[in-house]
């Protein structure tokens, strides 16, 4: 069974730039979240989807970061512009149901801005 | 919000040595997961706790979630170098969502 996939696995851009990362979740699961961890802290939760619903996006500056799940698959997670802050490795997880289950990690994506 | 507070922040042990590890909370957790994350990868679930009291084995390493549920621990006996990683806790704080602890960071010394 093929796990979490993301892509791209390293991106370097100017800030003011924007960028774009791609997660395709374990086969089924119907939970999808993207994470934030910054060096030598835990994964923070940016927003959670059950299915194609944000159901949990408290945690998403949304003057800059978007993020969409269309038909419930694959997500896409969006930062315009990008800021020096927003270095950090940006992870995606998927569950089979819901956020008590276990979850799956992807690679991540190691995002620096420049 | 909630915090999940973990302690220490870094350990080095010695190859056979024991470590643990602790999670606390001032509120109390549903339930608490625990994650190894080694270094350059991404974390990987290693098991999930319940009920208050339970205990848990996986080989060298024991779970126990809390009698008040507000507090967890993972303790590593002999530590090998392949348990080189950080773990973190996770739990619902009341958001319907895990928040991660900030992880302890174990160095195991051949």
Redesign the interface.
């Known amino acids: 069974e093929a796990g979490v996939v993301q892509s791209p696995r390293y991106k370097i851009i100017e800030k003011k730039q924007p960028v774009a990362f791609w997660c395709n979740p374990i086969s089924g699961h119907n939970t999808l979240y993207w994470y934030r961890q910054n060096l030598?802290?835990?994964?923070?939760?940016l927003i959670?989807y059950e299915n194609e619903e944000a159901?949990?996006d408290?945690q998403l500056p949304k003057d800059r970061f978007s993020a969409e799940r269309l038909k419930g698959v694959d997500s896409t997670l969006k930062i315009q512009p990008a800021e020096l802050g927003d270095s950090a490795v940006y992870?995606c997880?998927s569950s089979s149901v819901t956020?008590?289950d276990?979850?799956?990690?992807?690679?991540?994506t190691r995002l620096t801005v420049l | 919000g909630q915090q999940v507070m973990q302690i220490p922040q870094y350990q080095h042990v010695q190859e056979g040595e024991d470590f643990t590890t602790y999670c606390n909370s001032s509120t109390t957790l549903s339930n608490i997961q625990w994650y190894k994350q080694r270094p350059g990868g991404h974390p990987v679930f290693l098991i999930q706790l319940v009920k208050s009291g339970e205990v848990k084995k996986q080989k060298r390493l024991t779970f126990q979630f809390g009698e008040a549920k507000k507090n967890s621990s993972l303790h590593i006996t002999a530590t090998q170098t392949t348990d080189v990683g950080t773990y973190f806790c996770a739990a619902d704080t009341g958001r319907r969502a895990l928040t991660f602890g900030s992880g302890t960071r174990l160095q195991v010394q051949p």
């Open positions: 030598g802290q835990g994964p923070e939760l959670r159901v949990d408290s992870l997880a956020f008590t276990t979850q799956y990690f992807g690679p991540g």
